[in-house]
């Protein structure tokens, strides 16, 4: 038989009428039926419509081919993926042996004359190309059988040679009658007879099965059903495996070949591409000249039905043509492509054209079956997938191996190929012992029968007992809910109540908690949100997610309980709602300060697959309020990869640059985001803060003025002007911006805190504390307002009342940085030297602070405060040698340079300040280190100093200019100058206030000299009052402008 595809157009499609499972002749499969053999309609027997089965359902082993000039007649498979077409004749006659060409098995010359009037043609059950099948009545032993015979026109090739004159299709006619007769297996379809009749005609008779093939049986099944075949495909493996002992390879299995029958058979159908080792291959070039023809695109996909082999099933050696190569396991090969289909309802591969699938079977791999069916045995998932692999040696060395393994599954046995868990392997032994298991469970069960009433009371004790434990516990909640409600335990009372609550975690408990968040007294919810952050209560996560819709909780302190709750858990599903519950509440308001430290602790997820520019910008969002720089920086690029042009980004982008002092890229996406979105208030403000920042102060009051032009209720815009007016020195145009930001967000914290600090400039200290304090009453967690109380203390010299202070924030947050170095300057002012040197070393230990903050405050307010100025200076070179941006390297470069003097180096720190000089920049410090350079004047300068960080700047750094020059009295008048100043926190500051000490305790007066700074241990004086001038002393070098991280 051949297995070769023929044209769709010589088949008819099957009528509706028939039945579900039908007749079909064993090792052949019907085409078109229907068609009359001899006229003869049987009176005897049901209509053949009602014993034949769908032509889809038929095997096809009466498909032979029929080879015309580049033509090839698709049998009645080709529509269903079965078949690729054989090298066609030039001469559109029937092709023959070349002459000396051996032949398969018996000599062909010899056939057995049929007896007349023995077989009793029904009807005409299938066509292919060269043959048709035909259901028939054997009349000698009155059974049915199916009788495929050869096609008249490709008998005979007219030679008189015995040997010869027989046709190539013949001959392979008879070699597949041959060989399926010589392969005698209960799951391989009986030939009964080959032979021939009077007129030529050569034919074979088989047995007749009535039953329908694997592949309409896989059809519709669920995985249950379908592996309730797999006891038919050990059959099949059987049956394959006692052909390859007989040296015989099929090259043509699949689904549709194998035929199960009513009664239980199981029986492999089709071998018409099957070849004997060893022997003649009739087919070989066949198949290899298609597979060449088809990879070279010589094959009209739509005429040629499907390829030799059919390619879902086809092992990677015969899609190549690579026909001496197929051997025993590429059965297996296709063997496991059954196995997989029964595992997963579909072949391993199922492209759109034959050529795909080819071509898909050469290159891409096979899923495993777990990936399409989950719930699919491990065990044959592994047996499949090693029975597929592209090379044959990883395969089973022969069906016989393949079978033993699915055998070992059935049985419960270990399969060899699939790696076990200790959790299998002690499952699988289980099963295998399932008798000695119930003995052992029988001997247990009668054992413990008499222990069985004991348990029985011991259990109804307990459970007593487990339920007066749980009426307690809910007791003891119920009286904490109770005195919640009253008020009856103070303020104090959230920390007591939630540790007690933790303490007795428990599912029930958890779930009371989770009811309470609904309860009508806010301190409840407040209670009830802490305590199951407190429990890391998996469970209440959703229950608390949902509290944060707008409609759902109103109350800004129970929100912060709950946001920070869900900080505490960690889970990454409340990321969104926590951060649109902080947007919602605005920057800086009590909402988005006291929940920072949570937010910042719920880990961030990927970005899922197909994300957009949108997606890219909100996960930068998360990231950047997460204080995840680096990685927002990557998903804002990743976001301008997906959208360039995307404006929110650019402007985002901006502000990150602008964070990390990235000055000139700042510049260009903010400028970028402005071009893009010409009406965006949001981007003309940032660009306000960056030009602000680089002290470019009339780019950046254009672009606040636009802002407020374009959305004039915009508070954000209006801080950020009232900023840059008091930088400006416009402190009463300043106060009025604040105002306005104040009355549209009365409770924005940061608003009140800056409107304090410009009376603090004004020296207004009642004003500014009232600021402060109405800050603080708002959001206690706003460290910055009473941070500047602590500042207001120190200046008012209230040191003990500024400590208190001080460690009301440390209370709260033990490593808040400005808090501590606060505590540290004043435990050296009021000569708790000791204290102090524990805190800094506190201070020290505290991780990703940026800027080198804790060096140079450790170099500056430790080290040069208390005279050990070799020790600054060695922790300042250390810093200057790290990479760092430019600016900051100019402002820590002048805090070096008075400490280089002071200790007698006068020019080695001049070619770096030269270089220095020559780096653009229009910023103050640049101006700065140009006056301390020479070229630009003092009185220039001191008409840049508009704002008060700005004169103490510029004071501190003439008042070391005059003392390099000997001019002593100038220098004394500088500092006092500075000194004046309300920025106490600042470096230079401290450096002035040292010149003044210095100078003011000379006794004497002494000119043209440099002299060392006194040693000072413990207490220092406060700030005196004006005395004569006094002698020279080494010059303290300028102070920096204040930087990020400079101030204690």
């Given at each position: 038989m051949s297995s070769h595809p023929m044209d769709p157009t010589d088949k008819t499609p099957p009528p509706s009428g028939t039945l579900p499972r039908g007749t079909l002749p064993m090792g052949g499969a019907p085409t078109t039926p229907g068609l009359s053999d001899t006229g003869r309609t049987p009176t005897h027997r049901a209509p053949i419509t009602e014993r034949i089965p769908d032509t889809h359902r038929m095997h096809s082993?009466?498909?032979?081919?029929?080879?015309?000039?580049?033509?090839?007649?698709?049998?009645?498979?080709?529509?269903?993926?079965?078949?690729?077409?054989?090298?066609?004749?030039?001469?559109?006659?029937?092709?023959?042996?070349?002459?000396?060409?051996?032949?398969?098995?018996?000599?062909?010359?010899?056939?057995?004359?049929?007896?007349?009037?023995?077989?009793?043609?029904?009807?005409?059950?299938?066509?292919?190309?060269?043959?048709?099948?035909?259901?028939?009545?054997?009349?000698?032993?009155?059974?049915?059988?199916?009788?495929?015979?050869?096609?008249?026109?490709?008998?005979?090739?007219?030679?008189?040679?015995?040997?010869?004159?027989?046709?190539?299709s013949e001959l392979r006619f008879l070699t597949e009658a041959r060989i399926t007769g010589n392969l005698e297996h209960p799951g391989i379809v009986p030939v009964y007879e080959l032979g021939q009749r009077a007129d030529g005609t050569v034919y074979y008779v088989m047995k007749l099965v009535r039953?329908?093939?694997?592949?309409?049986?896989?059809?519709?099944?669920?995985?249950?059903?379908?592996?309730?075949?797999?006891?038919?495909?050990?059959?099949?493996?059987?049956?394959?495996?006692?052909?390859?002992?007989?040296?015989?390879?099929?090259?043509?299995?699949?689904?549709?070949?194998?035929?199960?029958?009513?009664?239980g058979e199981t029986l492999v159908l089709d071998w018409g591409l099957a070849k004997i080792k060893d022997q003649k291959d009739l087919r070989s070039s066949e198949i290899a000249g298609f597979i060449n023809r088809l990879r070279e695109n010589h094959v009209s996909e739509t005429a040629m039905g499907v390829p030799m082999g059919t390619p879902q099933y086809m092992p990677p050696e015969q899609a190549l043509g690579d026909v001496a190569n197929i051997d025993e396991s590429s059965d297996v090969y296709t063997l496991g492509a059954i196995l997989y289909e029964i595992l997963t309802g579909r072949p391993p591969h199922q492209e759109k054209t034959p050529m795909q699938t080819i071509l898909a079977v050469l290159d891409k791999p096979?899923?495993?079956?777990?990936?399409?069916?989950?719930?699919?045995?491990?065990?044959?998932?592994?047996?499949?997938?090693?029975?597929?692999?592209?090379?044959?040696?990883?395969?089973?060395?022969?069906?016989?191996?393949?079978?033993?393994?699915?055998?070992?599954?059935?049985?419960?046995?270990?399969?060899?190929?699939?790696?076990?868990?200790?959790?299998?392997?002690?499952?699988?032994?289980?099963?295998?012992?399932?008798?000695?298991?119930?003995?052992?469970?029988?001997?247990?069960?009668?054992?413990?029968?008499?222990?069985?009433?004991?348990?029985?009371?011991?259990?109804?004790?307990?459970?007593?007992?487990?339920?007066?434990?749980?009426?307690?516990?809910?007791?003891?909640?119920?009286?904490?809910?109770?005195?919640?409600?009253?008020?009856?335990?103070?303020e104090r009372w959230i920390d007591i109540y939630t540790f007690k609550l933790i303490a007795l975690k428990e599912r029930l408990v958890e779930q009371k908690l989770?009811?309470?968040?609904?309860?009508?007294?806010?301190?409840?919810?407040?209670?009830?949100?802490?305590?199951?952050?407190?429990?890391?209560?998996?469970?209440?996560?959703?229950?608390?997610?949902?509290?944060?819709?707008?409609?759902?909780?109103?109350?800004?302190?129970?929100?912060?309980?709950?946001?920070?709750?869900?900080?505490?858990?960690g889970d990454t599903r409340a990321n969104d709602a926590i951060l649109s519950t902080r947007k919602r509440f605005g920057q800086y308001s009590a909402v988005w300060n006291q929940t920072s430290l949570a937010y910042k602790m719920i880990?961030?997820?990927?970005?899922?697959?197909?994300?957009?520019?949108?997606?890219?910008?909100?996960?930068?969002?998360?990231?950047?309020?997460?204080?995840?720089?680096?990685?927002?920086?990557?998903?804002?690029?990743?976001?301008?990869?997906?959208?360039?042009?995307?404006?929110?980004?650019?402007?985002?982008l901006g502000n990150l640059y602008k964070r990390q002092h990235m000055y000139d890229k700042a510049i260009f996406h903010l400028t970028r985001a402005v071009e893009l979105e010409p009406g965006s208030y949001n981007a003309l403000n940032n660009r306000g803060l960056l030009y602000t920042e680089v002290d470019e102060y009339e780019k950046a009051l254009i672009d606040f003025n636009k802002s407020l032009q374009l959305k004039g209720d915009n508070a954000s815009a209006l801080n950020n002007r009232g900023r840059l007016h008091s930088l400006m020195g416009n402190y009463k145009m300043a106060l009025a911006d604040y105002e306005k930001a104040i009355a549209l967000q009365p409770k924005n914290v940061r608003y009140l805190n800056n409107a304090g600090e410009i009376a603090l400039y004004n020296k207004d200290f009642a004003g500014a504390e009232q600021a402060f304090r109405k800050a603080v009453e708002l959001d206690p967690g706003f460290y910055f307002a009473r941070t500047n109380i602590v500042r207001l203390k120190f200046i008012q010299k209230s040191y003990h009342d500024a400590l208190i202070e001080a460690n009301i924030i440390l209370d709260q947050d033990p490593n808040f940085f400005a808090a501590l170095c606060w505590k540290i300057r004043l435990l050296l002012i009021i000569g708790r030297r000791e204290e102090a040197e524990v805190v800094l070393q506190q201070l020290k230990k505290l991780p990703n602070i940026e800027n080198f903050a804790t060096e140079i405050y450790e170099a500056m307010s430790w080290h040069f405060y208390l005279g050990d100025l070799e020790k600054a200076s060695s922790i300042l070179t250390d810093v200057l040698a790290r990479e760092m941006p430019i600016l900051l390297r100019k402002e820590y470069f002048l805090l070096h340079v008075p400490i280089r003097i002071m200790l007698g180096d006068r020019t080695s720190w001049k070619p770096e300040l030269s270089r220095l000089v020559k780096i653009a920049g229009n910023t103050w410090i640049d101006g700065v280190l140009r006056m301390l350079a020479g070229d630009v004047t003092r009185e220039e300068m001191r008409l840049?100093?508009?704002?008060?960080?700005?004169?103490?700047?510029?004071?501190?750094?003439?008042?070391?200019?005059?003392?390099?020059?000997?001019?002593?009295?100038?220098?004394?008048?500088?500092?006092?100058?500075?000194?004046?100043?309300?920025?106490?926190?600042?470096?230079?500051?401290?450096?002035?206030?040292?010149?003044?000490?210095?100078?003011?305790g000379m006794s004497r007066r002494i000119t043209g000299a440099m002299l060392s700074p006194l040693s000072v241990v413990g207490l220092r004086p406060p700030i005196p009052g004006p005395r004569p001038a006094p002698a020279p002393a080494p010059a303290p070098a300028p102070a920096p402008t204040p930087a990020p991280g400079m101030n204690p």
């Open positions: 082993a009466e498909r032979e081919e029929v080879a015309t000039a580049d033509t090839f007649i698709a049998d009645s498979s080709a529509y269903q993926g079965g078949r690729t077409p054989s090298t066609p004749s030039g001469s559109g006659e029937p092709a023959t042996l070349e002459s000396g060409e051996p032949l398969p098995g018996p000599d062909p010359g010899t056939l057995t004359r049929e007896h007349e009037g023995r077989y009793q043609v029904i009807d005409e059950i299938g066509r292919g190309g060269i043959g048709r099948v035909l259901l028939a009545v054997d009349e000698h032993m009155g059974r049915e059988v199916a009788i495929k015979e050869l096609l008249p026109q490709f008998l005979d090739s007219g030679s008189t040679d015995p040997i010869t004159r027989r046709s190539q039953g329908q093939t694997l592949q309409h049986a896989l059809k519709g099944q669920d995985l249950r059903g379908r592996l309730n075949l797999i006891p038919r495909y050990i059959e099949v493996c059987n049956a394959i495996a006692f052909a390859h002992s007989h040296g015989v390879i099929h090259r043509d299995l699949k689904p549709d070949n194998i035929m199960l029958g009513e009664f096979i899923e495993p079956p777990q990936t399409i069916e989950p719930e699919c045995p491990p065990e044959l998932a592994a047996i499949a997938m090693r029975a597929l692999s592209m090379t044959k040696s990883e395969r089973y060395a022969s069906a016989a191996e393949l079978v033993e393994e699915v055998e070992s599954f059935q049985q419960g046995r270990l399969v060899r190929t699939y790696r076990y868990s200790n959790w299998e392997l002690a499952r699988r032994w289980a099963l295998r012992h399932r008798k000695l298991i119930l003995l052992v469970l029988l001997i247990l069960a009668a054992v413990g029968g008499s222990w069985w009433y004991r348990g029985v009371a011991d259990a109804r004790r307990n459970e007593r007992v487990e339920r007066q434990r749980r009426q307690t516990v809910m007791a003891r909640v119920d009286k904490i809910v109770a005195d919640v409600q009253h008020g009856s335990k103070g989770i009811e309470l968040l609904e309860n009508p007294a806010i301190d409840v919810r407040r209670l009830a949100a802490r305590a199951l952050g407190g429990m890391n209560s998996g469970r209440a996560v959703k229950p608390l997610m949902a509290r944060l819709n707008e409609r759902a909780e109103t109350d800004e302190s129970v929100l912060i309980e709950i946001i920070n709750a869900l900080g505490i858990i880990p961030q997820g990927p970005p899922v697959a197909g994300s957009t520019a949108a997606d890219f910008h909100e996960l930068g969002r998360s990231l950047e309020n997460k204080e995840q720089w680096d990685e927002a920086r990557q998903a804002y690029l990743q976001a301008l990869e997906k959208d360039p042009d995307y404006y929110r980004t650019h402007n985002n840049k100093a508009i704002n008060k960080q700005r004169l103490l700047s510029y004071y501190t750094v003439t008042g070391v200019m005059y003392e390099m020059e000997g001019r002593i009295e100038e220098a004394l008048d500088a500092y006092r100058r500075a000194v004046e100043i309300v920025h106490v926190e600042q470096y230079d500051w401290m450096i002035a206030y040292d010149g003044v000490r210095r100078f003011e």
